[in-house]
T-cell receptor
Framework: NAGVTQTPKFQVLKTGQSMTLQCAQD?????MYWYRQDPGMGLRLIYY???????DKGEVPNGYNVSRLNKREFSLRLESAAPSQTSVYFC????????????FGQGTRLTVV | GESVGLHLPTLSVQEGDNSIINCAYS??????FIWYKQESGKGPQFIID?????DKRQGQRVTVLLNKTVKHLSLQIAATQPGDSAVYFC????????????FGDGTTLTVKP
């Protein structure tokens, strides 16, 4: 099983450029998430989607937009990249409910210069 | 504010010894706790979980202990192996937070041969 697949794995952007990070899951999960991870820190939630057609802000949403394209896919868009958005981005999915573990993708390492 | 944190950012143990990784949380309304393991260059992976109405849960070579009185949980790894070297995160979920996880900062476990 592929689980959660993210593309691309690496990306370098210039300040002000835009890009979309893609995420797809094949586990039929309702909930999907985008996190960022900075050096020596835990994961901080950017946006999440509890079900197809719904999205909500997480802890650090500024500078990002998301689209829940269908049940499988959840994309993260940076409209105008800034150096502060240099980070590793993880997409995750889970079943609905509080007692649900999250399944993570391999991550996208983004550098904004 | 609410937080989930780990006591020590790094832990070094000898191969074959037992490891104990600690985590403190601040919200008494937490319903569910999860430990994740993140190997270098990969996304976090589920290790073990525990509901807030339990105080101990055992898996294969791992045990999680929950002390709600002092808002503390620990992950114990028996007979630590080189493959256990990774960053370990605790996370907590709450029904009032739509089940989204709040992650601690992580403890880096290094196993010396």
């Amino acid at each position: 099983n592929a689980g959660v697949t993210q593309t691309p794995k690496f990306q370098v952007l210039k300040t002000g450029q835009s890009m979309t990070l893609q995420c797809a899951q094949d586990m039929n999960h309702n909930s999907m998430y985008w996190y960022r991870q900075d050096p020596g820190m835990g994961l901080r939630l950017i946006y999440y989607s509890a079900s197809e057609g719904t999205t909500d802000k997480g802890e650090v949403p500024n500078g990002y937009n998301v689209s829940r394209l269908n049940k499988r896919e959840f994309s993260l868009r940076l409209e105008s990249a800034a150096p502060s958005q240099t980070s590793v981005y993880f997409c995750a999915s889970s079943e609905a409910g509080v007692a649900a573990e999250a399944f993570f993708g391999q991550g996208t390492r983004l550098t904004v210069v | 504010g609410e937080s989930v944190g780990l006591h020590l950012p790094t832990l070094s143990v000898q191969e074959g010894d037992n490891s104990i990784i600690n985590c403190a949380y601040s919200n008494s309304a937490s319903d569910y706790f999860i430990w994740y393991k993140q190997e270098s260059g990969k996304g976090p992976q589920f290790i073990i979980d525990i509901r807030s109405n339990m105080d101990k849960r055992q898996g294969q070579r791992v045990t999680v202990l929950l002390n709600k009185t002092v808002k503390h949980l620990s992950l114990q790894i028996a007979a630590t192996q080189p493959g256990d070297s990774a960053v370990y995160f605790c996370a907590e979920n709450r029904r009032t937070n739509a089940g989204k996880s709040t992650f601690g900062d992580g403890t880096t476990l290094t196993v010396k041969p």
